[in-house]
T-cell receptor, first 112, second 109 residues
Framework: SQTIHQWPATLVQPVGSPLSLECTVEGTSNPNLYWYRQAAGRGLQLLFYSVGIGQISSEVPQNLSASRPQDRQFILSSKKLLLSDSGFYLC???????????FGEGSWLTVV | EDQVTQSPEALRLQEGESSSLNCSYTVSGLRGLFWYRQDPGKGPEFLFTLYSAGEEKEKERLKATLTKKESFLHITAPKPEDSATYLCAVQAQAGKSTFGDGTTLTVKP
């Protein structure tokens, strides 16, 4: 069966510091990978998605970037965090268009 | 632009009191409609996928239905452990998914 892991689960970072959230998927190959952000009481905002190694599409211009160095690894980064980057970040995967999206457990980021 | 509207925003039920959650959508070519359950501080957990109008799926006390404009998540005789936020999402032919803001369900014993 397929599993998705993301870490760290909780992160408190000062303004201006760098960020790295990691996500790996096991049990499948060539998945579509996604990073979402969820504001309190709101739905999910798609930040980045990837259909293959080195292929990244950005949905929202912002202070964040994503990379896919390996087939099943997806990384969300920032060089300098802003207060507005605080939130709940979710990594997700699916097998392609029309297929169910499966989510990781999420990472809480607080920028102070 | 694809849109998903969920109602109500919050729903409080007594244990055993059946009800329905609504997901209204507009999408340019529906490829699939998805329901998820999300517990506080956790990632969404997949419940159902519906692909065409008239389709129904069931799982324990939950039943999801789909028409050309909306989907309903029916909860029969809910229990306190059904308390969670329920998210609806649609995927368009182009492959992009749009999520609603969710309905937060509280079931009192």
């Amino acid at each position: 069966s397929q599993t998705i892991h993301q870490w760290p689960a909780t992160l408190v970072q000062p303004v201006g510091s760098p960020l790295s959230l990691e996500c790996t998927v096991e049990g499948t190959s060539n998945p579509n990978l996604y990073w979402y952000r969820q504001a309190a009481g709101r739905g999910l905002q798609l930040l980045f998605y990837s259909v293959g190694i080195g292929q990244i599409s950005s949905e929202v211009p912002q202070n964040l970037s994503a990379s896919r160095p390996q087939d099943r690894q997806f990384i969300l980064s920032s060089k300098k965090l802003l207060l507005s980057d605080s939130g709940f970040y979710l990594c997700a995967w699916n097998r392609g268009r029309g297929n169910t999206i499966y989510f990781g457990e999420g990472s809480w980021l607080t920028v102070v | 632009e694809d849109q998903v509207t969920q109602s109500p925003e919050a729903l409080r039920l007594q244990e055993g009191e059946s009800s329905s959650l609504n997901c209204s959508y507009t999408v340019s070519g529906l490829r699939g409609l998805f329901w998820y359950r999300q517990d506080p501080g956790k990632g969404p957990e997949f419940l159902f996928t519906l692909y065409s109008a008239g389709e129904e799926k069931e799982k324990e006390r939950l039943k999801a239905t789909l028409t050309k404009k909306e989907s309903f998540l029916h909860i029969t005789a809910p229990k306190p452990e059904d308390s969670a936020t329920y998210l609806c999402a649609v995927q368009a032919q182009a492959g992009k998914s749009t999520f609603g803001d969710g309905t937060t369900l509280t079931v009192k014993p």
